[in-house]
Structure formats: structure tokens, C-alpha cells
């Protein structure tokens, strides 16, 4: 007996079809993998938000409560020095605060970035409001350290005298909050530039 055979032609597939499939492949792997890596990105970006937060509301509380009054005193005259006797330092408490404050709302946005890292509206919208803090910040923390160092070396030039020796907590508490101030500066501009990066494409 002859054994019937059945012959079933299988259509091979081209190697162009082949390469038409590569791609895609390695996509979505890029995908995944830019998925991770943006992830991890707005991670640090959340803890460097709450690591700015304490740096500048510690600046603004600091010197919001930097007053000091001298033990001795006469019957027309008392030496007083206050935050608000300045108006630089005035300011540096208003602009300080309002960027505590915006860091405080950019905490809701940070979260949508890691719960979406492919996200691209809330990272570019933080990028631009970053930007405008980190400027705020650094103007504020800059002016004021020019004020604390006349506080603390005068200026011969202008017969503007030192009055740290008189005023030692009042200088020591202002010289706290411009050191706090800065840190949230650098602490801000990592976020730009992590922000940056994020928008970086793969």
C-alpha cells in the first residue's frame, strides 16, 4: 500500500516583511525603557520640590522673625533692628514665601508626572513656572545678601558702619535665611534642568 501524503505549502515570510517588524519591536522596548528612565526623573524631581519647600519657607520664617533690641536704651531713643526697618528684606520675605508657596501647588503636577512620565503638558508647564521661581528666588536671595554683608563690613565709602557687633542675633538670624535662600536656588535649578531633560526626546 502506498501511504497518501498531503503536502501543505506554508507561504514563507520575506525578509522585508521581516524588517518591517523589527522596528516596531525595538519601539516599543524604547518606549518602555524612556517610560523608566522619565519615571525615575520625576521621582527626584518630587523630593527636590520638598527639599526646596523647607529651604525657602525656612529662609522666609527665619528672616520674618529677625528682630532684635539692644538692653540699653535712652529717654528718647531706642536701637531696634527689624526685618522691616529694610526694604530689601521686605521683599526678600514676600518673594521667598510666594516661592514656597508655589512649590507647595507644583506637588499635585509632580505626581501626574510620575504616575504619567510620558507626559508631556504638566513637565513643559513646570519648566516654565520654574523658571520664573528660580528667578524670583535668586533676585530676593541676592539683594538681601548684599544688605548682610553691609550689615556685617559697612562701606567706608559711603560712611556706612557695621552694626553686626551691636546687632549679633539679628545679623546671625538674617545671614541663616540668605544661606537657606541660596540652597533653594540650587535646588531649583536642578529642577530646570531636570525638567530639561525630561523633555528630551529618546
Not at 128 to 157: C, E, K, P, Q, R
Not at 165 to 177: I, N
Amino acid at each position: 500500500m502506498k501511504s497518501d501524503s498531503i503536502a501543505v505549502d506554508v507561504p514563507a515570510e520575506s525578509s522585508s516583511a521581516i524588517k518591517g517588524k523589527a522596528p516596531l519591536l525595538g519601539l516599543a522596548r524604547d518606549h518602555t525603557g524612556s517610560g523608566g528612565y522619565k519615571r525615575g526623573l520625576s521621582i527626584f524631581d518630587f523630593l527636590l520640590r520638598l527639599a526646596a519647600i523647607v529651604a525657602a519657607l525656612a529662609a522666609a520664617a527665619t528672616m520674618g522673625t529677625s528682630d532684635e533690641t539692644l538692653p540699653f536704651f535712652t529717654q528718647f531713643l531706642q536701637f531696634e533692628a527689624s526685618y522691616d526697618d529694610l526694604p530689601t528684606f521686605q521683599f526678600f520675605v514676600i518673594a521667598v514665601a510666594l516661592v514656597a508657596g508655589y512649590l507647595v501647588l507644583s506637588l499635585p503636577f509632580s505626581v501626574v508626572t510620575i504616575v504619567r512620565p510620558l507626559a508631556v503638558a504638566p513637565r513643559l508647564l513646570l519648566l516654565v513656572l520654574d523658571t520664573a521661581a528660580l528667578a524670583l528666588d535668586t533676585a530676593a536671595a541676592s539683594a538681601a545678601a548684599a544688605i548682610v554683608y553691609l550689615a556685617h563690613n559697612g562701606n567706608t565709602n559711603t560712611n556706612w558702619l557695621p552694626i553686626c557687633q551691636q546687632f549679633g542675633d539679628f545679623c546671625q538670624k538674617t545671614s541663616g535665611a540668605v544661606v537657606s535662600a541660596f540652597a533653594s536656588v540650587t535646588f531649583l535649578a536642578i529642577l530646570v534642568v531636570l525638567s530639561g531633560l525630561s523633555l528630551k526626546r529618546p
